[in-house]
């Protein structure tokens, strides 16, 4: 940042990330609030900063390295002026409330937070962008599970501040059910994969990954490789230590797979990686086909007519190489306001953007894992069985699972198919999982 003349951030004993920053000369008295907008504008959510510090000097050692333990000592005492996001108490629920009824105002058009939010007028698209607004006002990313479309008010701030205490809970080394980390697919985390996730809870604490979003796309993270980045960090943060378990869907697949090759070059134990139907022989479907598949779920109700020209008008976009535009048109049209069809093409615009890194990186050579996969696979015809995993794993365990790659975690599928994934999970459990988790 131009006004920034030196910055530091370090990763703390008990794992969380703080930056210490230095002002220059052209420095505003704001200097704190301006640099945490710079932040959350750059930076997805697992990658802020818990805290940022203003300092007048970075204390280093008499070799010039940075003096770590003089930092956790600054940040001890200064820790309760300067915190982003303070850990949530009867002190600060009152702000948390602020910023959720900002939220809820902005997204709904109203001058009042009151009532339910369907009786408010809103719906799961408009959910979906206030949850996104609250993380990016509290710089701190939210799990889908706690919010629905007929929670009150109230409900929604209690939801928050209960993700926030599970959030600065998350120091221990060890967890109880033990993790599983989500990759969703182009789509990204929605209230399918957070229903999913939420019905696991007895068999694995589900974390889902966050994959960089539209305007880090729009900024250049826009292959596969950026999405494993964001992962890495993510999973290293949440989980620095212990066995790790992997379980993609489609897009999150291939990423789960790369994620994997990461940790196991740098020594850390993958005890499973599940893949949710993601093919690596490319999907072969007609133009028929599609417009078949299509015309059902939109016979189902599971898309409206809406959303296919929402969609259309991305990938036409996008061939069109004007991705950038669009979305800068679309910014300067809201001007900071909600607007529904916006909002839903930028969405549609993001998952095209990640679907063509997806099929890019199938061109790419795959490396070769000396570990078990599990692949859960829908019925294909015409395709191998292992529609090109037994390439990538030293053993493949092939699951057949119901439903189509698009619903395979959506009801009614999902009744059949998550004691399949349970199952598999399971079975990767060491003794010592097991007890914690029995007991």
């Keep these: 940042a131009s006004f920034v003349q030196e910055a530091v951030a370090v990763v703390t004993e008990t794992n969380e990330l703080i930056a210490f920053a230095i002002p220059n000369n052209a420095a505003g008295p704001r200097f704190t609030d ?4 710079l932040i959350a504008d750059a930076l997805p959510s697992p990658l802020r900063p818990l805290r940022l510090h203003r300092v007048d000097q970075i204390p280093r050692l008499s070799g010039g390295k940075v003096d770590l333990a003089k930092l956790a000592k600054m940040d001890h005492l200064a820790r309760k002026p300067t915190t982003i996001a303070d850990p949530p108490g009867p002190g600060n629920d009152f702000q948390t ?113 966050r994959y960089p979003g539209l305007a880090m796309i729009l900024k250049g993270q826009r292959d596969l490789a950026s999405m494993t980045d964001a992962a890495v960090q993510q999973i290293n943060r949440v989980q620095p230590s212990g066995n790790v378990r992997l379980l993609g869907h489609s897009l999150g697949g291939a990423v789960a797979m790369e994620v994997a090759a990461r940790l196991l070059e740098a020594g850390r134990p993958v005890r499973f990686v599940g893949i949710l139907d993601t093919s690596l022989e490319g999907e072969r479907s007609r133009l028929w086909d599609t417009v078949a598949r299509t015309l059902r779920r939109l016979r189902s109700n599971r898309i409206s007519f809406y959303r296919v020209a929402c969609r259309a008008l991305a990938k036409i976009t996008v061939r069109m190489g004007h991705e950038s535009r669009l979305a800068d048109a679309i910014d300067r049209y809201t001007d900071g306001q909600f607007n529904g069809a916006c909002f839903r093409i930028k969405l549609e615009l993001q998952e095209v953007l990640r679907a063509q890194a997806f099929f890019h990186w199938l061109k790419e050579p795959k490396p070769a894992l000396p570990i078990h996969g599990t692949l859960f696979r829908c019925a294909r015809p015409g395709m191998s069985l292992a529609i090109g995993w037994d390439r990538v794993f030293s053993h493949l365990q092939v699951v057949p699972v119901v439903g189509s790659h698009i619903d395979l975690v959506a009801e009614p599928h999902v009744a059949t198919n998550r004691p399949l994934i349970e199952k598999a999970v399971l079975e990767t459990y060491t003794a010592v999982e097991t007890l914690r988790r029995g007991g």
């Design 34 to 37: 301006d640099l945490r907008r």
């Design 97 to 209: 409330r602020q910023l959720v009824e900002k939220a809820w105002r902005k997204v709904l058009n109203t001058h009042v937070a009151a009532g339910r939010w369907d009786e408010a007028g809103g719906d799961s698209l408009k959910l979906l962008h206030c949850v996104m607004e609250i993380e990016t006002l509290i710089g701190q990313e939210l799990g889908l599970e706690g919010f629905t479309v007929s929670m009150t008010a109230d409900e929604m701030v209690r939801a928050v501040v209960a993700a926030q205490v599970a959030s600065y809970g998350k120091a221990a080394p060890e967890h109880d059910p033990p993790l599983l980390f989500l990759f969703p697919g182009s789509v990204g985390y929605g209230p399918s994969l957070a229903a999913f996730a939420s019905a696991m809870r007895s068999t694995a604490k589900v974390v889902p990954v």
